[in-house]
């Protein structure tokens, strides 16, 4: 089948020595994954792997077959070109790590056009903000909505977050954030991207970041720390 729709890159493996396998999350149908035959043979296709960076948003046709195996893209260009995500060290190193997150907590191939729509409006913002240094955090917490596991609203006199049920509490566990952490997990919950400039400093962003990737662990089975994770934090030390 023939589709024309709108794609986010998820990531790219280099396969033997001059193709590619791009995982996509497509419009259309969910999660997707494509093989490009020879992408490194010519300079007119080198040129185009420039497209695959991370959380590009591409405009592809593709033949879908729908069988659980590598598709094909009949054709690729941008949908919207950054202007300063793959420019900006900070910008490109953040979304190298959302990937990384995506890949791993993006796993079913069905359409969910509610998550596509969100993720490409925050890429888009993300582009045209200077601002970022807590998108990060802000789209780990909104991206639970769309999974299943976004936490519940906190009451004022449950001091402690339970992270096994998402649920806040009056009694501390052993599965419980401390009340300093539960505090700074209620102030992330209330963010917005339009909203969240210098609401955190720096060890309170690496604080929450441990806690959203614990709390992933927690809720997705299978779920891997990204490896980018080290140099995320040296870019925000």
């Known amino acids: 089948m023939l589709v ?3 794609a986010i890159v998820i990531s790219s493996l280099r396969y033997q020595e001059k193709s590619l396998i791009v995982k996509c999350f497509t419009e259309s149908d969910g999660l997707k994954s494509y093989f490009i035959r020879d992408a490194f043979s010519t300079r007119k296709n080198s040129q185009k ?10 405009e592809i046709e593709a033949a879908h ?3 659980g195996s590598l598709e094909y893209f ?3 260009k941008m949908a919207h070109p950054y202007y300063t995500v793959n420019t900006d060290i900070t910008k490109t190193t ?3 790590f959302l990937s990384e997150i995506l890949h791993h907590c993006i796993r079913e191939e069905e359409k969910n056009e509610s998550l596509y729509h969100f993720l490409e409006t925050a890429l888009l913002w993300f582009d045209n903000h200077d601002e ?8 780990m917490m909104e991206i639970t909505k769309f999974l299943g596991f976004f936490p519940e609203r906190p009451q004022n006199e449950n001091d402690f977050f339970e992270m096994t049920e998402g649920v806040f509490t009056p009694y501390q566990s052993i599965s419980c954030l401390s009340v300093e952490e539960t505090n700074l997990f209620k102030r992330l919950m209330q963010l917005k991207l339009d909203n969240s400039i210098k609401s955190f400093h720096v060890s309170e ?3 929450l970041l441990k806690i959203l990737l614990d709390y992933y662990a927690f809720h997705l089975d299978g779920f ?3 490896k980018s994770l080290d140099v995320l934090k040296e870019i925000f030390s």
């Open 49 to 58: 792997i420039a497209f695959f960076q991370p959380l590009n948003i591409l």
């Open 224 to 226: 891997k720390r990204p």
């Open 4 to 6: 024309k729709t709108k």
């Open 94 to 96: 953040i979304a190298i």
């Open 65 to 67: 077959k729908n069988k």
């Open 205 to 207: 962003r690496q604080a």
């Open 132 to 139: 970022v240094a807590n998108f990060h955090l802000i789209l």
């Open 74 to 76: 009949k054709e690729v």
